[in-house]
């Protein structure tokens, strides 16, 4: 079972410059923190002071946004090479980053593009992900993006590509409830069928985040609270993919961080009510035990 | 062909004036809306080249944000407008190709040479290097800094051959203008105002992830570049002596130390033997 490999690490926030100071002096009651990798990627200062001290006293996780798993530029050996000192020194409990493309001809866009659903594609990110595990001697864990163009020449779902990148590559996946929720809306794909597409075996990590509504496409800008209808699909997700770690990402307009906090325990409340529904439900529906007949 | 779907979405994403205007181009619009046709799918929801634009949109705000945080005096000075366009003109010669943002701004302060904003705001360019300096610094290498009694215990007669190790962190800038004064006036909230025109030796260094800036007088600044290119002490004193005097250059350049060991300037005194 991949997914037993990867212990969740419960509800956990993303890091932020604006937080260093609280999370060093507060030592707030989070379960874990996700880090932007790139971010850290410093020869000294303050960020990595920070990284030292925060990883004292909780899990930690290393997110990428620029690996560029799907460009069809080489793979960038001094980012890998950055990438595995980062996690050899912190050791996260794993390292993930984006299934979508950032960089193309040497320059970088650093913007996470998806990739067309072909099997060109398929063939091309699956032989990447195994060079990168091998670099990196551990399992990637691969996120959904949130999009909002498609190709003509997609010839499966997102979530099939999904679901066939972490088999043939052996990878695990970030799922992103609100990225989901997003595309669904850009692209008039119903976020259910999206869940039920999805490998629970594969999935190690959700993020909660915020979006913004443009009218007549929605925007994944990390500035706003999480929507009730994210929370709702969060808890369909948890229904269906089962208990998961979960992060809460904030990266514009950041609030304070309790508030971020409090996100993050919303999470716990509405992940632990699924759970408890599931377990109703098997509860529910498994057959008496008949009494003994003599 | 993936990798000509990717070059086709970089090209339009990239250009300075957003997606339809690029199509709108007589030379190669017709062609690239062609391609673009075939290769995005548009719906009645957005077509394909609004769906485009706003990967456009985010390119470019996203860079325009990174680069208003590194040189927030530069932006005080020219103002939203005039930084936007010189952004837009930045990123048509010098594309992002290092994985991080950090890196995005790197080269501004060069290309404000070449550029037509020096002609209206001359200091621009030096400007420019003071806050890409800091930006360096912010992160430069850790090392231990030296504590004034390190150099306690050296014996007098030694002292003309010991050399020093500075802080990974310090740069030495020469400037035409008094931008250090500028950038303070920023960062109190003030005005940016003009800098006055006048040579204005600069030394940017980070202590306790603090970052400083401070004018150089001479000889101070030809000391310090000296003993940072490794020389000792007695040449040091040497070069003090043509300004100074050969009688008060030890004193002098033992003045420059103690301001150096009080800020952090200094990680390492060495001998032919540890000190």
């Known amino acids: 079972m991949f997914k037993a490999a990867f212990p969740p690490l419960g509800f956990g926030v993303g890091l932020r410059t604006k937080h260093y100071g609280y999370v060093l002096d507060a030592q707030p009651p989070v379960d874990w923190f996700e880090v932007i990798a790139e971010n850290f990627m410093v020869r000294g200062g303050r960020p990595l002071h920070v990284l030292e001290r925060v990883r004292e006293r909780y899990p930690i996780v290393l997110h990428g946004v620029s690996l560029s798993i799907g460009s069809t530029d080489p793979l960038d050996d001094d980012y890998l090479r950055e990438l595995k000192a980062l996690a050899d020194r912190f050791q996260p409990a794993w390292i993930s980053d984006h299934l979508c493309w950032t960089s193309v001809g040497g320059h970088n866009l650093h913007d996470l593009l998806p990739l067309p659903y072909t099997e060109e594609a398929l063939t091309h990110v699956i032989e990447r992900v195994g060079r990168v595990q091998d670099r990196l001697g551990r399992p990637l864990v691969l996120e959904n993006v949130s999009s909002y163009l498609t190709y003509c020449e997609s010839a499966m779902t997102e979530w099939e590509f999904l679901a066939a990148v972490a088999d043939g590559a052996d990878c695990g996946l970030l799922l992103d409830v609100n990225n989901i929720f997003v595309s669904a809306f850009n692209h008039g794909f119903a976020a259910a069928d999206y869940l039920r597409g999805i490998p629970a075996n594969r999935v190690v990590q959700f993020h909660l985040a915020g979006h913004s509504d443009h009218g007549r496409y929605l925007l994944d800008t990390h500035d706003h609270p999480i929507r009730e209808e994210v929370w709702q699909l969060y808890a369909a997700a948890v229904r269906s993919l089962g208990r998961t770690s979960t992060l809460i990402e904030w990266d514009d307009h950041i609030p304070e961080f309790p508030v971020l906090h409090a996100e993050a325990l919303q999470a716990q409340r509405i992940a632990r009510e699924a759970l408890e529904q599931i377990d109703a439900e098997r509860n529910a529906a498994a057959p008496l035990v008949p009494h003994h007949v003599a | ?275």
């Not at chain 2, 009645?44 to 680069?67: G, I, K, P, T």
């Not at chain 2, 950090?102 to 400007?127: E, I, K, M, Q, V």
């Not at chain 2, 007669?157 to 203008?177: A, N």
Request: net charge negative; proline share 6%.
């Open chain 2, 1 to 275: 062909m993936l990798s000509e779907t990717q070059r086709l979405l970089w090209s339009l994403i990239t250009s300075p004036e957003g997606v339809p205007k690029a199509l709108a181009e007589p030379a190669r619009g017709p062609g690239l809306a062609r391609a673009l046709e075939r290769t995005v799918r548009g719906d009645a929801r957005l077509s394909a080249v609004e769906r485009l634009d706003v990967y456009a949109n985010m390119y470019f705000f996203r860079l325009l944000d990174v680069l208003k945080g590194d040189y927030p005096a530069v932006l005080a000075v020219t103002g939203d407008a005039r930084f936007h366009n010189l952004v837009t003109d930045y990123l048509l010669v010098h594309v992002p190709s290092r994985p991080s943002l950090r890196y995005a701004g790197a080269r501004l302060p060069d290309f404000l040479h070449t550029h037509s904003l020096r002609d209206s705001f001359p200091c621009l360019a030096d400007l420019a290097r003071l806050e890409w300096a800091m930006v360096d610094a912010f992160d430069a290498e850790d090392a231990t800094v030296l504590s004034a009694g390190a150099l306690g215990s050296i014996a007098p007669e030694r002292w003309g051959d010991l050399r020093f190790r500075f802080h990974p962190s310090l740069q030495l800038l020469d400037c035409g203008w008094a931008v250090h004064l500028l950038r303070q006036r920023v960062d109190h909230g003030e005005e940016a105002g003009v800098p006055n025109a006048e040579a204005v030796p600069l030394c940017v260094w980070r202590r306790d992830f603090r970052v400083f800036h401070r004018v150089l007088r001479d000889p101070e600044r030809r000391v310090i570049a000296l003993l940072r290119e490794g020389s000792d002490f007695a040449s040091a004193c040497a070069i003090a002596a043509e300004t100074v005097g050969g009688e008060d250059a030890p004193q002098t350049v033992a003045s420059f130390l103690a301001t150096w060991l009080r800020d952090g300037l200094l990680s390492a005194a060495v001998l032919d033997a540890p000190v």
